[in-house]
C-alpha cells in the first residue's frame, strides 16, 4: 500500500469526530483566563480536564523565578545535557526532588514521557521480563518495548493476577521489574501498592511506580499514592511529570539505587534530546517549593474532588470505582459521549473525551480533572453543566 495512503482512514475517522460538531481532538484555547478559565469558541469555558491539580500555572512565585531565569539565562539550553552540560538549575532541582523523596539519588529528563522512555530503556534488556499493568500509561508501553524485554501484562490493580505471572516466571522473576502508576488518570482509581510491594519482596523483583498524576495529590507531603500506603520506601524507581501538579513541562525519577546515577550514561531519551529550559525549571523548583508550603492546595484540591464526585453520583452517573482528582464519568456509546461532550463544551465547560482505544475498556467516558483553583461555585457550575448536558 502507498505510504500515504493509510491516512485516509485516519482522516475517516476524524470526520466522524467532528461533523457538524466541535472536534474534540482539535479544541484551541483561545485565551487563558487562569489556571480555571479560558476562552474556548468565543465563550468564558471553565477547564475542567487540564491535569492542573494544584492550579500552580499562574502562581506569582513560580512565574517570578521562571521570568528571572529567562532573564538571566535565556530561553532554552539549545542541546542535550550530556553534550551541552548541565545548567546549575537541573542538578539543584534534581538535589531537590531526591531530599523531598528522602532519596539519595535523583535525576531529571525532559518530559515525562522521557524519562519512562528512558528508565525503561536503561534498565531492561531483551533478556529481561517485565510485569506491566494492563491500563499502564502508553510512555510505559512504549519504554517496555523500546527495551525488547519481554512483557507479561497482568490484570490492572490485580495483585492475584500479578502473583501468578510472578510464579508462572520461575527463576527469572528475581530478575523481573513490576510496572505500574499510582493514580490513573482514565478512571481514577489507585494501585494496591502496599500489595505489589509484597509480592516485589516475595519474589525478588523490582518495582517501578509512575506517580505523574499523583504527585502533589496523594500522601502526607504530596509524594504520591507509594508515600498514602506506607511504602514509598520500598519502592525502587518512582517516575514523575512537572506537567502536571507542578504546572509546567519534564519528568524525573528518584531512587536508592546509585545505578539511577549511571542512567545518564545509557538512556537514550536522556542522552539525545534538548535539556529543558532555565525558565521551565525554574520555574518547577519554585513549584515544588509551593507544593511543600502550602499543604493547603491539596485540602482545596480534595474538597473540590469530593463536591464533584458525590454531585455526579448525585446525578445518577456512573463514575470510578473511588473518589479521586480524577473524575470519569462513564458514557457507554462512543456518539453519545461525543454529543454529550459538545453540550459540555456549548455550556462553557471543558472536560476530557476518552473513546477506544484510549480509554481502558469499551465504553466512552467524559473525564475530568479537578483543580486545587477550582472555587466550589465552578465545581457547582460543573455540575449544573453535565445536568443540562444529560
Ligand atoms: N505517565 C503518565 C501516567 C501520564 O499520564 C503522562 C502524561 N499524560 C506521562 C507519563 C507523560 O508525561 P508528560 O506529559 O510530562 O510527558
Given at each position: 500500500m502507498p505510504l500515504l495512503d493509510k491516512f485516509q482512514a485516519v482522516a475517516a475517522i476524524r470526520a466522524g469526530l467532528g461533523g457538524d460538531h466541535n472536534d474534540p481532538t482539535g479544541v484551541v484555547i483561545e485565551e487563558?483566563?487562569?489556571?480555571?478559565?479560558?476562552?474556548?469558541?468565543?465563550r468564558r469555558t471553565i477547564l475542567a480536564g487540564t491535569n492542573n491539580y494544584l492550579g500552580l500555572t499562574f502562581d506569582p512565585a513560580c512565574i517570578d523565578a521562571g521570568k528571572r531565569a529567562l532573564e538571566a539565562q535565556g530561553t532554552?539550553?539549545?542541546g542535550s545535557r550530556m553534550a551541552n552540560g548541565s545548567f546549575a538549575d537541573h542538578t539543584a532541582l534534581e538535589r531537590e526532588l531526591a531530599a523531598f523523596y528522602d532519596l539519595p539519588y535523583g535525576l531529571v529528563f525532559?518530559?515525562?514521557?522521557?524519562?519512562?522512555?528512558?528508565?525503561?530503556?536503561?534498565?531492561?534488556?531483551?533478556?529481561?521480563?517485565?510485569?506491566?499493568?494492563?491500563?499502564?500509561?502508553?510512555?510505559?508501553?512504549?519504554?517496555?518495548?523500546?527495551?525488547?524485554?519481554?512483557?507479561?501484562?497482568?490484570?490492572?490493580?490485580?495483585?492475584?493476577?500479578?502473583?501468578?505471572?510472578?510464579?508462572?516466571?520461575?527463576?527469572?522473576s528475581a530478575n523481573a521489574l513490576?510496572?505500574?502508576?499510582?493514580?490513573?488518570?482514565?478512571?481514577?482509581?489507585?494501585?494496591?501498592l502496599a500489595e505489589f510491594v509484597s509480592l516485589k519482596e516475595q519474589y525478588g523483583a523490582l518495582l517501578m511506580v509512575d506517580e505523574a498524576h499523583s504527585l502533589g495529590v496523594y500522601g502526607d507531603r504530596g509524594r504520591g499514592v507509594a508515600e498514602a500506603r506506607g511504602v514509598l520506601d520500598q519502592v525502587d524507581f518512582t517516575v514523575g511529570t512537572f506537567s502536571k501538579s507542578l504546572g509546567a513541562m519534564g519528568g524525573f525519577c528518584v531512587s536508592p539505587h546509585p545505578e539511577l546515577d549511571l542512567f545518564r550514561y545509557v538512556a537514550r531519551p536522556f542522552i539525545f534530546?534538548?535539556?529543558?529550559?532555565?525558565?521551565?525549571?525554574?520555574?518547577?523548583?519554585?513549584?515544588?517549593?509551593?507544593l511543600q508550603a502550602q499543604p493547603q492546595l491539596r485540602e482545596n484540591l480534595w474538597r473540590n474532588a469530593h463536591r464533584l464526585y458525590d454531585g455526579l453520583q448525585s446525578l445518577g452517573h456512573q463514575l470510578g470505582p473511588e473518589p479521586s482528582p480524577v473524575v470519569a464519568v462513564r458514557i457507554g456509546a462512543r456518539d453519545d459521549a461525543l454529543r454529550f461532550w459538545n453540550r459540555l463544551l456549548e455550556a462553557g465547560v471543558y472536560v476530557n473525551l476518552m473513546v477506544p482505544p484510549a480509554s481502558p475498556d469499551s465504553h466512552s467516558y467524559l473525564r475530568c480533572s479537578v483543580s486545587a483553583a477550582h472555587t466550589p461555585q465552578q465545581i457547582d457550575a460543573v455540575l449544573e453543566a453535565f445536568r443540562g448536558a444529560a
Open positions: 487563558i483566563l487562569s489556571a480555571t478559565e479560558g476562552r474556548v469558541a468565543g532554552g539550553t539549545t525532559s518530559t515525562g514521557y522521557a524519562a519512562n522512555l528512558a528508565v525503561l530503556a536503561a534498565l531492561l534488556e531483551p533478556a529481561d521480563a517485565v510485569l506491566l499493568d494492563a491500563d499502564a500509561h502508553a510512555s510505559l508501553y512504549d519504554g517496555c518495548r523500546m527495551s525488547g524485554a519481554e512483557i507479561f501484562r497482568f490484570k490492572h490493580n490485580d495483585p492475584d493476577s500479578l502473583e501468578k505471572r510472578l510464579r508462572r516466571l520461575g527463576e527469572r513490576i510496572v505500574t502508576e499510582g493514580l490513573y488518570s482514565v478512571l481514577g482509581d489507585t494501585a494496591p534530546t534538548a535539556s529543558g529550559s532555565p525558565a521551565t525549571i525554574a520555574t518547577v523548583r519554585e513549584a515544588l517549593r509551593q
